[in-house]
């Protein structure tokens, strides 16, 4: 049990944490690639490659270590957030539960006959982040933690859906979705901080 909650509290998370700094800087080389349409094109497949290689392997990790999927579109909506004009981000966030269960249904976990509630989690959550992204009357620094608390929050209503509630698999949707938030957040605002200076030093 102790082995279990620190994975879903601290071993998962940080897992989770690198995969996004990993796509922060995939994101980033292929902004400098913007006029090239051929580079531009592999660099999409590449970014898109790696993204389902990351969740496939969180995907096996957080079955191997905690019994359950978890996690599985944090690295998206983060993503989403940061750069909310980019469709490539918004469609790995769409299709990320279908693939994530349908993992699940070839390794033989899950069954095909719950197929609505794989749509039903992908549709509610992007139509939440698609409600927070565009309400501008507040930050950014708001809106993406009720991101986050929103993806807890379904994927706490998802356990109890399939009866599956226990103290790892709660934790893993509340701690450390928090771990994950307090990370990123401080990450963030250093990033805010950085650009700041940068632009002070060009000025």
């Known amino acids: 049990m102790a082995i279990q909650l620190f994975s879903a509290v601290i071993y998962l998370p940080i897992i ?10 995939f994101e980033r080389y292929w902004e400098s690639f913007q006029g090239n349409k051929l580079a531009n094109c592999g660099l999409v497949a590449a970014i898109m490659i790696t993204y389902f290689i990351q969740e496939f392997c969180l995907l096996q990790l957080s079955l191997f270590n905690i019994n359950e999927v978890a996690f599985m579109q944090v690295v998206s ?3 989403v957030f940061r750069n909310s004009k980019n469709k490539l981000w918004w469609g ?5 539960p279908l693939f994530a269960n ?9 069954s095909l006959n719950t197929w609505w509630i794989w749509l039903g989690e992908s549709a509610i959550f992007l139509l939440i982040c698609g409600m927070l992204v565009q309400w501008k ?3 950014i620094r708001i809106r993406y933690p009720l991101a986050i608390l929103s ?3 379904v994927e706490i209503i998802s356990l109890g859906i399939d009866n599956n509630f226990t ?19 401080q990450r963030y605002e250093s990033e ?12």
């Open 16 to 25: 989770v944490i690198c995969m996004i700094i990993s796509q922060i800087y």
């Open 77 to 79: 909506v983060t993503m």
């Open 92 to 96: 790995l966030l769409a299709i990320t």
């Open 102 to 110: 349908t993992v699940e249904v070839l390794m033989g976990i899950e």
């Open 137 to 139: 009357g507040i930050s």
């Open 151 to 153: 993806l807890s929050l």
């Open 167 to 185: 103290v790892v698999n709660v934790a893993a949707a509340t701690l450390g979705l928090l771990i994950i938030l307090i990370f990123e957040s």
């Open 192 to 203: 805010i901080r950085n650009e700041e200076k940068i632009k002070l030093l060009q000025r």
